[in-house]
């Protein structure tokens, strides 16, 4: 039996709780969104849909060989620079890597024509050869996320004669019939893309986001719960805030690049069959020899082990990994576990080769 003065205490400490919950609700939604993607940086290229950022150097010795990061279409780039404390960005400017980052914007409604192409030999060779000039080397670590990794590997498995000295993706499809909620999603039968794109131009954000949600239906809810009975933390909800501002901060996708990937990889599997085309340039993942590195996330309910699992095998390499490591498709990349998992381990990878 417990004693009377343990249920005053826990009643108590139950009590104050509920204050600073309430007190804390207040405060919640008459307070701004936490500044993201704050560290310092400049603004290399500003074209069409196409960001490319240098951040600032943190340390005096840096590694020879510069590091871009290549976010995904979908989503912006700053789940990688979220607060100080919490930036992959900063966590490699303070290793020694020179970084810089491809980014995306909202693309224009006269921007409905650019396809795949248009990102794959254009945008991505862009980046790459304005780091190259502004580093005055010609070899360069490309580091994805998501699909931010297909497009760098359709460059890569396109341009065999580019200068990538490591490549490295996180939790990147290339069997997209191992996303069976995706795949019901644009289902051929039912999902008209053709009237989509010719209706709308641009593929809304709002329709992705419908789509991602769907994933896990009752996912918003739960999280609403969890965060009004933990209103009481600050770390909680400084967390909170910072992740669903960036899962709700989606992107729509132009047209014709919408199009491609509804027709080439979600519904042909074209990548994994090995009949994937960009600009009529047959792709072959096997003329990527590069040292690779492919890290997948235990529990990723967008793009499963088994979307992903098939790529480290189609890649020509010889010094090839694949680190399967605990964590969702979001907390591999960022936040506390991607801290004390992830990041050290890019780290000794990259460390070693890019000298």
């Known amino acids: 039996m417990t004693d009377a003065p343990d249920l005053l205490t826990r009643a108590q400490g139950e009590f104050e709780r509920a204050m600073l919950r309430n007190i804390k609700g207040l405060e919640y939604f008459s307070s701004s969104a936490p500044v993201l993607g704050a560290s310092a940086k400049e603004v290399l290229i500003s074209r ?5 950022y240098h951040y600032r150097p943190l340390v005096d010795d840096v590694y020879r060989v ?4 290549v976010m995904a279409t979908t989503n912006r780039g700053y789940i990688f620079d979220m607060v ?3 930036s992959f960005v900063e966590f490699l400017l303070n290793a020694g890597y020179d970084v810089f980052m491809v980014d995306w914007e909202v693309p224009r409604a006269d921007e ?3 396809g795949m192409e248009d990102y794959v030999s ?7 050869a304005k780091v190259a000039e502004v580093t ?3 070899d360069i670590s490309v580091v994805a996320y998501c699909f931010g990794g297909v497009l760098s590997l359709l460059w890569a498995g396109i341009h065999a004669d580019a200068n990538l000295k490591n490549l490295v993706t996180f939790t990147t499809p290339v069997d997209f019939k191992g996303m069976p909620a995706f795949q019901a999603w644009a289902d051929q039968r039912f999902f008209d893309v053709d009237k989509l794109v010719d209706t709308l131009g641009n593929c809304p954000a709002e329709l992705l986001y419908s789509a991602f949600d769907l994933l896990r239906p009752g996912q918003r809810a739960a999280g609403n719960f969890r965060l009004w ?3 009481w933390n600050d770390e909680f909800v400084k967390s909170y805030r910072m992740f669903d501002r960036w899962s709700a901060d989606m992107l729509p996708l132009a047209g014709e690049y919408f199009r491609q990937t509804t027709k080439q990889l979600m519904w042909e599997n074209a990548l994994l069959k090995g009949t994937m085309t960009v600009g009529g340039k047959p792709v072959d993942l096997g003329r990527i020899t590069c040292p690779f590195l492919h890290v997948t996330a235990e529990h990723d309910h967008i793009v499963p082990a088994a979307a992903s699992a098939p790529l480290i095998d189609m890649v020509g390499s010889k010094d090839k990994q694949h680190i399967e490591l605990k964590g969702g498709h979001v907390s591999l990349v960022a936040g506390p576990n991607a801290i004390k998992r992830l990041w050290p381990q890019i780290d000794r990878w990259l460390g070693e080769r890019s000298t």
């Open 84 to 86: 100080p404390g919490q």
């Open 122 to 128: 254009d945008f991505l060779p862009a980046a790459v």
């Open 136 to 138: 005055g080397e010609t």
């Open 229 to 231: 009975d933990n209103m």
């Open 112 to 114: 409905r024509h650019l």
């Open 66 to 69: 510069p590091v871009l990061l």
């Open 48 to 52: 069409g849909p196409l960001r490319v």
